[in-house]
Each structure stands twice: as structure tokens, then as C-alpha cells.
């Protein structure tokens, strides 16, 4: 079993900006892909970036140019940080992790979601 650890969500101001963490323990032998996604009511859930074991990150189009993803591979941690943040991108962002498991098999596992949201 794999645990994820969400942090970094909350209330930010128009054009602030803020950095989400995505911590995974457990009986991990490595992590493929590792994403981030969010969802607003009435929307489906979007991808906003993700990045693969060797770095090749990509970008959803709503949020390039404004966000980084990267990640501690040594520590199993995924960030976001997001800069001129917009009303739009408000919304309960949630982590993504393709994780190679002790019994060798892949498999996938969603953090809890956190609340962005962005108002003044």
C-alpha cells in the first residue's frame, strides 16, 4: 500500500501564488508518473502537469507559462508551484502517482484533493 500526503492548498489573491507538495510512502519501489489534477463543480477533472521518472514534464493548456511541476525522486515528493494565479483556477487539485510496488507490480493511487481557492 501507498500513502499520499497532499499539503499547500488554500486562499490566495489574484495573481499570488502558492506551491502544492504531493509526499507518497509505502511499499515503493520506484514511481513512473507522477501528476497533478484538478476539478471544479460542474467541470471534469483536467490534468494541470505532470512529469515522468526521467523529468519530461508536460502542461495542461490552461496554466503554461504559470506553473512549474518537479519532483524529489530521492524522496518520492511531487511539487506545483503556480504563479499568477487566476479566479479560473480555483478548484480541489488532486496528486496522481504510477507506483512500481514491492509485489512489482504498477499501480496507480490518487491523493486526498485540496482547495485552491483564488479571490481577493
Known amino acids: 500500500q501507498v500513502q499520499l500526503v497532499v499539503s499547500g492548498g488554500g486562499l490566495v489573491q489574484p495573481g499570488g501564488s502558492l506551491r502544492l507538495s504531493c509526499a507518497a510512502s509505502?511499499?515503493?519501489?520506484?514511481?513512473?508518473?507522477m501528476g497533478w489534477y484538478r476539478q471544479s463543480p460542474g467541470k471534469e477533472r483536467e490534468l494541470v502537469a505532470g512529469?515522468?521518472?526521467?523529468?519530461?514534464?508536460t502542461y495542461g493548456d490552461s496554466v503554461k507559462g504559470r506553473s512549474t511541476i518537479s519532483r524529489d525522486n530521492a524522496n518520492n515528493t511531487m511539487f506545483l508551484q503556480m504563479n499568477s494565479l487566476k479566479a479560473e483556477d480555483t478548484a480541489v487539485y488532486y496528486c496522481?502517482?504510477?507506483?512500481?510496488?514491492?509485489?512489482?507490480?504498477?499501480?496507480?493511487?490518487w491523493g486526498q484533493g485540496t482547495q485552491v481557492t483564488v479571490s481577493s
Open positions: 496522481n502517482v504510477d507506483v512500481l510496488e514491492a509485489t512489482m507490480k504498477y499501480r496507480v493511487y
Open positions: 512529469i515522468t521518472a526521467g523529468g519530461i514534464t
Open positions: 509505502g511499499s515503493i519501489l520506484s514511481i513512473n508518473y
